[in-house]
């Protein structure tokens, strides 16, 4: 078997009485069946670090973890900037909020340039290296111009935008042909990764050439979809456990006898909090026979606050909130409890068990693992409804939560309505139609056909 080298913006290296979570835990497993080493940045800052050449390494169950630092400058324009400010509401298809500067694209390339060069050292013949998500765009194209020639396969967990929206930085052409320089492509959805095709073919000249293979300059390239899955039953188990504790019984008599919707995403702009707010109050002004007795807990955890939009969306949410238990409140009812301070993921496991309704509504996300979670917590003998916007990944799989336009208010307020009043007949048949879906796949899965497809569309012949 080859050797894997996986390669990401941070790395999380193993520390003593720290567990890692999520996909993290799945990409710690590949490495170890395989041998490897995990390559990135460190997650930490510091004045001299372009002039580091030896990255730190620290070695864990027969894993290597390789890490560098970044200066101050190359996380402002690297990290903060062209990743957070320009890629990411770049690729939600949100152009609006997008702030782009050169100096930035330029540190940006400096960033993946100096990881090639670190990296391409401590790369064997014989080894697969596996490239994640936007930060990192440019490093299959600055490795192969570095001399590497084994096969590299790159994962974006984000979206892709179509054609048009992707025109609207410049050198939209450069990303995709460094691109173009892996092996495969992979996406969440078939939809992302038709629209990289698109881009393809009408940004940077190139031709779809079969099933999921396109050329571009002398380059073939695979691409797919490779849906991101979580551990349905061990998520489950954890609600299961989390809900018979006295702190999920002390917050489950805290709402007095309401009925609980929960909302639970990072403050971001995509994730649809602010519409979601303004859903949730005409809700509650066409169905006034619901207040007092609906209670929406939205937690928001803040996120990237070195980033001017982010900021910005946390004030706007605060007044939101505000303004709205303000008109609305009585003195035994808060229609909205708006959380930014951490919760546990255990405790936040238990809370979602409790709710008869789970609101997703992103403005555009690369898959929502808050979506399946929701379905992985719910007792399926009574379990509650997954109100899913259609922008997210997650809807092309569950197809039986009840699907909206994020951006309809009017539709989401109906959703909240048609979700809360369900029949817990209907809510059974489409709960375990869901569930089906999530715990017929695991993690793992996804890693290995994602290794898979990368050998073969190498062998194949693209490259
Ligand atoms: P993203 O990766 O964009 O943040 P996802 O929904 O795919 O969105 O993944 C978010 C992960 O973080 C999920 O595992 C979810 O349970 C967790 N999470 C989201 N919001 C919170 C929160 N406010 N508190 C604790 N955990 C959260």
């Known amino acids: 078997m080859s050797r894997l080298i996986v390669v990401s913006n941070r790395v999380p290296v193993p520390t003593a009485g720290e567990k890692a979570g999520g996909l993290a835990v799945v990409l710690h ?11 990135g940045w460190s997650g930490d800052i510091a004045d001299n670090a372009e002039h580091d050449t030896a990255p730190a390494i620290v070695e864990e169950g027969g894993v290597q973890y390789a890490t560098i630092n970044l200066t101050p ?6 990290y903060a900037n062209f990743s957070n400010a320009t890629l990411w509401p770049l690729i939600h ?6 702030s782009f500067d050169r100096h930035s694209l330029h540190v940006y390339r400096t960033v993946n340039a100096r990881f090639a060069t670190t990296l391409k050292d401590m790369i064997r013949p014989g080894d697969v290296v596996w490239i994640h998500d936007y930060h990192l765009v440019p490093l299959a194209a600055a490795l192969r111009t570095r001399g590497v020639q084994v096969p590299i396969g790159f994962f974006l967990h984000t979206p892709f935008p179509s054609p048009d929206i992707l025109s609207t930085i410049p050198e939209a052409a450069t990303f995709l042909r460094q691109l173009m320089q892996a092996d495969l492509v992979g996406f ?5 990764a038709q629209n990289f095709v698109a881009c ?16 571009c300059g002398g380059r073939t390239v695979h691409v797919g979809a490779f849906p991101v899955e979580i551990d349905a039953p061990g998520f489950a188990r954890t609600a299961a456990e989390e809900s018979d504790t006295t702190a999920i019984r002390r917050f489950s008599e805290s ?58 969306l946390r004030e706007e949410l605060e007044r939101l909130s505000g303004a709205l238990n303000a008109e609305l409140a009585m003195p035994a009812w808060t229609p909205l409890r708006f959380v930014t301070r951490p919760v546990a993921r255990a405790h936040l496991a238990g809370i979602m068990r409790t709710a008869r309704v789970g609101l997703v509504t992103p403005l555009r996300d690369g898959m929502n693992l808050v979506a399946k979670e929701y379905v992985a917590a719910q007792d399926g003998d009574d379990p509650g409804v997954l109100v899913l916007s259609r922008y997210a990944g997650a809807a092309a799989q569950l197809k039986d939560a009840l699907l909206v336009n994020a951006f309809d ?4 307020a109906d959703a909240i309505h048609r979700a809360l009043s369900m029949a817990r007949e209907e809510r059974r048949r489409r709960w375990e139609a869901n569930w089906h879906v999530i715990s017929s796949r695991t993690p793992l899965m996804w890693g290995e056909s994602f290794l898979d497809a990368l050998l073969q569309a190498r062998g194949s012949g693209a490259a």
């Not at 497993?29 to 390559?39: H, I, N, P, S, Y």
């Not at 298809?93 to 997008?98: D, G, K, M, R, V």
């Not at 606050?305 to 982010?310: K, L, M, S």
């Open 29 to 39: 497993d590949l490495l170890a069946r395989r041998g490897g080493l995990w390559f």
């Open 73 to 78: 400058d190359e996380y402002q324009g690297y």
């Open 93 to 98: 298809s949100l152009p609006e909020q997008i």
């Open 188 to 192: 969440q959805t078939s939809h992302d």
């Open 200 to 215: 393809v073919e009408r940004l940077a000249g190139g031709e779809t050439a079969g099933n999921n293979v396109v050329t």
């Open 255 to 312: 709402l007095l006898g309401s009925t609980l919707m929960i909302g639970a995403d990072r403050m971001d702009p995509t994730k649809g909090i602010r519409r979601r707010i303004n859903g949730y109050r005409s809700f509650l002004d066409k169905h006034p026979e619901w207040q007092e007795r609906v209670t929406f807990l939205q937690v928001a955890a803040s996120s990237r606050q070195d980033v001017e939009i982010y900021k910005s």
């Open 409 to 412: 208010g009017d539709e989401v």
